[in-house]
């Protein structure tokens, strides 16, 4: 791919957005519920103990609500893109950022995502924290997060983004150290937070691009005035937003928090990993769609990414015995699909969001069925110490089973109809790389039925495996059993009804109806779909053949793939020694030089002027005679210089 630095790139067209009336003019509503609740849960304290976890479930409830409301009546609207500007957030000089919120096709499936998935695991919550003696704080935390992430996708610029971003970025670091008793809940926190910081840097210096570029920050400007900035600029500006999005969605080279964040709560696991935080980097590029189809270099290396990160994370996600962990690589890959079909471009987009939408319902349910597993079985969350549950926790296991089909990607479940239309899509591009991404996206495929057949197996079948001091695993209580139902339901039936309404709805969003590509795959339709189950049955199969028996309930001697796989294919040790060790030796190089350099310059002045003080000061005895004393010798000198400039001796 050619980069032109000064050659003008494609035009997108001009972006416009009706002004929000009527019943889409009190949008904002959807932001300041949960923020309310937030606010009130966390400002009263104790005193909202017994009933601040309902009013956090009620809040996004009634949010929920509101957001099928607003996509109804955005329906029945001819310019399905409605902007509603508050009021004049800044008015720096030329820079004029308005508070504003848009609500369109993109925004309204989003509100949806994140508002009733987010409904289910507040009501999973109310249970499964019922014995903790925070969980007023939680509900709080909890509440925060999804006000965030709603401003985060509702903002109609750059910086109320930005907002929405830190606040997500805030609330995920409370969330994850919840626990911060535990040192390994607080190093996860920090460390989840620290990582984000370097894709937040990217985002910000971005933001800061298009002011200097573009003289603004409003998405409907920026989109428009794309055709007027150099191939060069488009391209920084791109891999600015692409490293922001690989932080916040855990995609390399920024993957590493993502795993670690397991350290929280599991219904704070299900809330990152399924419906919110993760999908705010497929959000950034997807909303940016105008910025990155308007280079193609920009677009391989948003490809590129997808495609590593969905490898590596499978990959790891085969070698850890850690229910949460595996989960959590899983999310690491399905979220690399996405960006895979992000970076595809054209129809792509809506693709890649069909996924998420799809992910979305699946990943929560078995999050939330890992969480009730855990509730069952002592909060254990070694697979290898599991085995035979299925007898005895029947409807975790048969919706948990709903969620194994839709990630594996068997049809008719939804990951089938969610994934395969982006492997096709990696099959139609117009060169060499359409080997390349397509045997990528298919060889993930065929790993990822490998480790959540392992993990399912493990899990709910075979011989129990069980440690002493469980006896008798329970199934969980209704209250968290109805929204794994509800969720299991969702995971047999979103993708097929979403694959095909979801990428006509978003065609009145800027750029995301774009058109099918206009050469053929280098591989039949049919022949892509016969090797996509092709591969997902060996995968399942190879699996349930090897685990069917369980497994060795202690780490066993292994080859050097697996020994790299259990130690994140070394991803973590190449942190530590290109950025940990040497910022930690950079760190205290500088505090040997402020100690001894700056601190130890002031320090030496500070003693010589104390020293000579105290020398003067002896002179000072109290005696007449010491005085009198000196007085004649001062006499003396003055005499003896009058005598010594007589005689010539100075001149």
Avoid at 370 to 392: E, N
Avoid at 399 to 407: H, K, P, Q, S
Wanted: glycine residues 12%; aromatic residues 12%.
């Amino acid at each position: 791919m050619e980069i032109l630095a000064n050659a003008p790139v494609e035009p997108v067209g001009t972006v416009t957005y009706a002004t929000a009336d009527g019943l889409l003019g009190s949008v904002w509503l959807l932001v300041a519920i949960p923020l309310v609740s937030a606010a009130i849960l966390l400002l009263l304290g104790r005193r909202a103990d017994r009933w601040g976890h309902w009013l956090g479930v009620a809040s996004v409830g009634v949010a929920f609500l509101l957001g099928l409301t607003y996509f109804f009546q955005l329906r029945g609207l001819e310019n399905r893109s409605v902007e509603l500007s508050l009021w004049e957030f800044i008015a720096v000089g030329d820079l004029r950022v308005d508070f504003g919120l848009l609500f369109d096709p993109l925004a309204a499936v989003f509100v949806l995502l994140i508002t009733g998935v987010g409904f289910l695991i507040h009501l999973y919550a109310v249970e499964y924290m019922a014995h903790d003696p925070g969980r007023r704080r939680f509900f709080g935390y909890f509440n925060l997060f999804v006000a965030a992430m709603l401003l985060l996708v509702l903002g109609n610029n750059y910086v109320m983004l930005y907002f929405g971003w830190e606040g997500v970025g805030l609330a995920s670091y409370l969330l994850i150290s919840f626990w911060y008793e535990r040192p390994s809940a607080a190093t996860a926190g920090k460390k989840a937070f620290l990582m984000n910081r370097v894709g937040d840097a990217g985002l910000v210096i971005g933001i800061f691009i298009m002011f200097a570029t573009l003289g603004t920050t409003q998405y409907d400007e920026v989109f428009t005035g794309v055709g007027s900035l150099t191939a060069t600029t488009v391209l920084l500006l791109g891999l600015l937003l692409l490293l922001g999005a690989a932080g916040k969605s855990g995609q390399f080279p920024l993957q590493a928090w993502l795993p670690d964040a397991m350290e929280g709560p599991t219904p704070v696991s299900a809330l990152i990993h399924a419906a919110t935080m993760v999908t705010a980097g497929v959000y950034l590029i997807a909303r940016s769609n105008p910025i990155f189809s308007a280079n193609s270099t920009l677009q391989l290396v948003v490809v590129s990414v997808g495609a590593l990160t969905l490898l590596l994370g499978a990959v790891i996600g085969m070698a850890k015995d850690d229910i949460k962990r595996v989960l959590a690589w899983s999310t690491v890959s399905q979220i690399g699909y996405m960006f895979l079909g992000v970076g595809l471009g054209g129809a792509a987009y809506a693709l890649a969001i069909v996924h998420l939408l799809a992910h979305g319902f699946f990943k929560a349910n078995m999050f939330l069925g890992a969480g009730s597993v855990m509730h069952g079985m002592r909060d254990q969350v070694d697979i290898r110490r599991f085995g035979g549950l299925a007898k005895y926790m029947k409807i975790t296991w048969l919706t948990f089973m709903a969620g194994w089909l839709a990630i594996i990607g068997l049809p008719p479940f939804s990951g089938f109809f969610s994934k395969e239309p982006i492997i096709v899509a990696a099959f139609e591009r117009d060169d060499w790389t359409a080997w390349l991404f397509g045997t990528a996206a298919l060889l993930g495929a065929g790993l990822t039925a490998f480790y959540m057949t392992r993990l399912f197996v493990l899990t709910f079948h075979g011989r129990p495996r069980w440690t002493e001091d469980i006896d008798h695993p329970h199934e969980s209580p209704k209250l968290m059993t109805i929204p794994l139902v509800l969720l299991a339901v969702g995971s047999v039936a979103a993708g097929a009804l979403l694959v095909g309404p979801v990428p006509t709805w978003l065609e009145a969003t800027a750029g995301l109806g774009g058109p099918e590509p206009a050469h053929e795959a280098v591989l039949s339709h049919l022949a892509i779909t016969i090797l996509s189950i092709l591969v997902t049955v060996i995968g399942a199969g190879l699996a349930w053949f090897l685990f069917r028996g369980g497994t060795a309930t202690e780490p066993q001697p292994a080859g050097v793939l697996v020994t790299a796989a259990r130690k994140n294919l070394y991803t973590d040790a190449v942190n530590e020694a290109v950025f940990e060790k040497p910022g930690i030796f950079l760190t205290r190089a500088l505090v040997y030089l402020d100690n001894r350099g700056i601190d130890g310059l002031v320090n030496a002045l500070a003693a010589g002027v104390g020293g000579g003080s105290g020398r003067l000061r002896r002179l000072q005895t109290g005696f007449v005679r010491s005085y009198a004393t000196s007085i004649l010798a001062g006499a003396l000198l003055v005499v003896a210089a009058f005598l010594a400039v007589e005689a010539g001796w100075l001149v």
